[in-house]
């Protein structure tokens, strides 16, 4: 009885936030005057003026931040002290992803955490009320690789925010997932794949799967269909592949939850005999793939889809290490609704984010159509702090801006003043992807300026080092930089002038973006939140992480 209790109570709380969608003002200016309240007393708070009777007065006139305002107080936290920014009590830090820098650490208060998980089943419960998933039957399969990085100074929790929050609801990870926890905690990823699959693979009646980024499922469906053979082994004889790398004890705990199950190995046997292993076909209940799409995530959603079936690709929640910031609730779009309660949200309109004297505006006051930056004041003491997140506000539900994510803010290639964002190169090669047929694992555009004029370069994972597979690349090149001039008018102007040459490639060793993953995972990264950025400013990007992965260089009117 546990699933159908479960998905009540998850619908029960999506009805309660839609029904909130007509009253977001009123509830979001609540937020904001309990979060001030809570916080007044800090040190932090004493700085900006907060600690005075006029606490919206003084909110109102201060500019925003970013995290190099927070970092010394930050350091302090983890060193044990309290009450520096927040006056509720720091109990876990999530880091961020050092995709492309120095990970940080954001705090996260108890009362966050706590909230936090509410979170997460009301976004599922949102699946449930846009028909997305059927009511809970079986468990669901949450790809989730990661694991506690060591503590702070004090002793203090560290991970990803997803970690945290997964931690507060062990006492029913049996009941709703199919993976032991020690699965997720596994140091090695494809470890840890091989296994989220095996034991998801026992559950007839699997509900849903769920992962933070879509890259992540790509790769664990990439494993299903290149190991089926290995992993139906291990499910008709309870066993797990010594292939795998994986601590002694982790093995023989994970062992101990297996059970052999050779009638479900033969029923997927024979679907694999019949080229029928598909997700729908896999597990016929399945309701969605529950995962980040939009923006430059569209790039491996729509890898995923050969994999699937029939079975939809539903968003179900847009969040960051500083907290959850809008719910999907649209079957068919990747729309989020803001969240008025958690933390208080901000718009600074996208044409001021370089103006030191801006102001951000209340949500509910933003036009449909154009673009701002989220800010956000938070419980754990950030105060107008800048997410860097681009987002689009569509229309209005309700009082509620509907948003779409449009990228980072500072991820651009810059040769010659032309500043071409990450979603003009995610169009491009959206757009050349249909015109090539040529598959492609994972890419990047960065700046070159060694050469005269400057070129992009566009880093490639897929095709091997060959003159056949050159003359393919070249013909790719060629339909990017078409694609480019069309969606991006400063570069075709500047390649129009001649001050920037040519786009030229670089060819990747096949695995070369898992390599990278993994050194990221190794210098303390969460493997839940690492993501390709696919604009990278920093022109010595491929040097600093690369180098040894590069095959060839590539230019449009050959070698």
């Not at 769920?210 to 790509?218: E, G, K, N, Q």
């Amino acid at each position: 009885m546990a699933g159908p209790a479960i998905s009540y109570a998850m619908r029960r709380s999506a009805d309660k936030f839609m029904r909130q969608t007509a009253q977001y003002e009123e509830i979001s200016q609540r937020t904001l005057d309990r979060i001030l309240a809570q916080n007044r007393e800090t040190e932090f708070a004493r700085r900006c003026g907060l600690d005075s009777s006029a606490l919206r007065r003084v909110f109102e006139t201060l500019p925003v931040t970013t995290y190099a305002d927070y970092a010394p107080y930050i350091e302090r936290i983890a060193a044990g002290e309290q009450h520096l920014m927040s006056g509720g009590k720091v109990v876990y830090f999530a880091n961020t992803s050092g995709t492309t820098g120095p990970s940080k650490r954001i705090p996260v208060t108890r009362a966050q955490m706590r909230k936090g998980v509410t979170t997460k089943l009301m976004a599922m419960g949102l699946a449930l009320r846009a028909g997305v998933l059927k009511p809970m039957h079986g468990r669901f399969m949450t790809i989730m690789i990661d694991h506690l990085n060591p503590p702070t100074e004090s002793g203090q929790t560290t991970g990803s925010a997803t970690t945290g929050g997964f931690q507060k609801v062990a006492p029913i990870n049996d009941l709703i997932m199919t993976s032991p926890a020690d699965v997720s905690k596994l140091p090695e990823q494809t470890a840890a794949r091989y296994l989220h699959l095996l034991f998801g693979l026992s559950e007839e009646q699997l509900w849903a799967i769920v992962s933070f980024f879509p890259i992540t499922v790509l790769y664990a469906l990439r494993d299903l269909q290149a190991h089926a053979e290995e992993l139906l082994r291990d499910l008709a004889d309870g066993t797990i592949t010594s292939r795998l790398e994986m601590p002694s004890e982790s093995r023989l705990r994970l062992a101990q939850r297996l059970q052999p199950n050779p009638t479900r190995a033969r029923e997927l046997t024979t679907l694999l005999e019949r080229g029928h292993f598909k997700i729908a076909e896999i597990w016929p209940e399945v309701g969605a793939i529950l995962t980040a799409t939009g923006g430059a995530f569209n790039f491996y959603t729509n890898q995923l889809r050969p994999y699937l079936g029939e079975v939809p690709i539903f968003s179900p929640i847009y969040s960051a290490s500083e907290g959850t910031i809008a719910y999907g609730f649209s079957a068919d779009r990747p729309h989020y609704l803001l969240l008025p309660d958690l933390a208080y949200i901000e718009f600074l309109p996208l044409e001021e984010i370089d103006d030191p004297q801006a102001r951000p505006i209340p949500t509910w006051e933003a036009e449909p159509g154009r673009s701002y930056e989220i800010v956000v004041t938070t419980l754990a003491g950030f105060v107008r702090y800048r997410m860097h997140d681009i987002v689009r506000v569509l229309e209005f539900y309700g009082q509620t801006p509907v948003i779409e994510f449009v990228e980072r803010e500072g991820q651009v290639v810059n040769v010659s003043s032309e500043k071409t964002a990450e979603h003009h190169i995610v169009e491009a090669i959206d757009m050349a992807s249909h015109l090539v047929d040529e598959r492609l694992v994972d890419y990047f555009v960065v700046p070159d300026s060694e050469e005269t004029p400057g070129v992009y370069v566009l880093a490639l994972e897929e095709w091997p080092d060959d003159g056949e597979n050159k003359d393919r690349v070249r013909e790719f090149l060629r339909a990017v930089e078409a694609s480019l001039c069309k969606v991006a008018r400063f570069y075709e102007e500047e390649r129009q002038l001649g001050s920037i040459g040519p786009m030229e490639a670089l060819l990747l060793k096949p695995g070369a973006f898992e390599r990278h993953r993994n050194r990221l995972l190794e210098a303390g990264g969460s493997a839940s939140l690492i993501k390709t950025p696919h604009a990278i400013p920093d022109p010595g990007f491929v040097r600093h992480h690369f180098q040894d992965e590069v095959l060839c260089r590539v230019k449009i009117q050959g070698d």
